[in-house]
């Protein structure tokens, strides 16, 4: 037991000190701004691959879509930098909760079966694209999410936007 | 020192026996890594006291420290090894189990 403390103000000090350091893991936007950008780049290249290469409509939804892609990775750029200058960095969201690892994983290999499905039922493996895209970005704001808004989550929604 | 819990896993430990380690240790279970300004400000700890906490947690062996760089400024940053976050884990339920004994034990008549 500590010294100074009880054992419950033990756990209440452990239990805030810990808060605080998962609060400070990304931006309330970051999961939905970050997820769309996911899907609007592969709907992007899956919609050009639909139209035909050389159609002026699929060069520019192809672009549009590329665009949507180098803003995704710039916007994780971005958060290490913001982490790395904040001074904390955040535990990936597989060892924050690490009972949804494995279902992470089953998840993705269904929405990998769906597009396969999708390519199939079609033809065109553009539809994949889109399908996977979509299911792929819904999913990414799903497991990231919990982070700042479920309870039992390290993290607390007080302290979301902290920095 | 650690005593084992009642499970058999590690239960209360030496390590985290006063204040500003149990923060220092608690802050750094909620994240993969932190810099040692930082940790001291939101721990509400004096750079005197969380090098003492660091220093001990480390030859414990369940705190790594690292030197690092952001641009040209130097930075000390602090992470909890596999052990450490075990033996934290095994040390709250140790308190967690303290605490329900503590309260059925005040609501017996």
């Known amino acids: ?163 | 020192v650690t005593s084992a819990g009642p499970d058999g896993r590690p239960g209360l430990s030496e390590a985290f026996a006063t204040t500003p380690r149990l923060k220092v240790s608690a802050f750094l279970a909620g994240c993969a890594e932190a810099d040692f300004a930082t940790i001291a400000e939101i721990c509400e700890l004096t750079p005197a006291t969380l090098s003492k906490a660091a220093t001990t947690l480390e030859n414990a062996g369940y705190l790594r420290i690292r030197k690092g760089h952001i641009g040209r400024r130097p930075r000390t940053w602090l992470s909890l090894t596999k052990a450490g976050r075990s033996a934290f884990e095994g040390h709250l339920a140790a308190l967690s189990h303290l605490t329900q004994q503590g309260q059925s034990a005040a609501g017996r008549p």
């Open chain 1, 1 to 163: 037991v500590n010294r100074d403390i009880t054992p419950q103000g033990a756990l209440q000090t452990a239990e805030s000190a810990r808060a605080a350091a998962a609060a400070r893991a990304m931006p309330a936007w970051f999961p939905a701004v970050t997820a769309a950008l996911f899907a609007a780049c592969l709907t992007g290249v899956g919609s050009a691959q639909l139209i035909g290469m050389h159609q002026v409509a699929a060069k520019v939804t192809g672009l549009a879509g590329t665009a949507c892609g180098i803003a995704f990775g710039l916007m994780y750029v971005l958060l290490v930098v913001r982490w790395k200058r904040s001074g904390v960095i955040p535990l990936p969201p597989s060892c924050a909760q690490p009972r949804n690892g494995l279902r992470d994983l089953w998840i993705f290999a269904g929405i990998l079966a769906a597009s396969a499905v999708a390519w199939a039922a079609t033809g065109y493996p553009g539809w994949a694209t889109i399908v996977f895209g979509i299911a792929e970005g819904v999913h990414h704001w799903r497991r990231i999410l919990p982070r700042l808004f479920d309870p039992a989550s390290p993290a607390t929604p007080a302290g979301r936007d902290a920095r």
